[in-house]
């Protein structure tokens, strides 16, 4: 299985600035994916990374939003732009299993509040 | 417009009793069905999934149950043990939106000793 690591685990921002969360995985992945989990809500997907093309957005979310950088197989971030409070949530990345299989392993979690 | 429901927010179960989760769907493009795990300020951990053209898959302790032409994906955890306390998440995927996994809004699942 992937191992995924999410930097920072956990930030307090203030309204206005931005964040840019980091996510690593072990091995190299083609496709990795950017969720969002609102306070007490499911997860929901802002976004799918793919290396060398630009992400595609699901509704609801824009880039200037939530720009993502994926510059290789092994990386990438998502950055929470211009922070209101509605933006506190946990932000999760996840990658597939494998280029078969519909499984994904997810990172950790990062734990955004906004104030 | 909500394609996945968990109805039950909370289920509490005697360890050693089956623990029964419930998911429904709207979506019929939908034809491969996952089960998550989530304990606190951890990220999701895959638990069992199945394909639509199956009706049961069984790992361990572990069986989901899928009704296809009511929509309706279940599992069932016997016995329960308090180490099962945690977040469920049903998942699908399937039609346009393969890869893309659709979360039910969860279900926590507390086991008593």
Known sequence: SAVISQKPS???????????IQCQVDSQVTMMFWYRQQPGQSLTLIATANQGSEATYESGFVIDKFPISRPNLTFSTLTVSNMSPEDSSIYLCSVEKGPTSYEQYFGPGTRLTVT | DQQVKQNSPSLSVQEGRI????????????????????YPAEGPTFLISIS???????????????????????????PSQPGDSAVYFCAFTGGTSYGKLTFGQGTILTVHP
Do not use: P
């Open chain 2, 19 to 38: 623990s029964i989760l419930n998911c429904d769907y709207t979506n019929s493009m939908f034809d491969y069905f996952l089960w998550y795990k989530k």
């Open chain 2, 52 to 78: 639509s053209i199956k009706d049961k898959n069984e790992d361990g302790r572990f069986t989901v149950f899928l009704n296809k032409s009511a929509k309706h994906l279940s599992l069932h955890i016997v």
């Open chain 1, 10 to 20: 956990r930030d307090i921002c203030q309204r206005g600035t931005s964040l840019t």
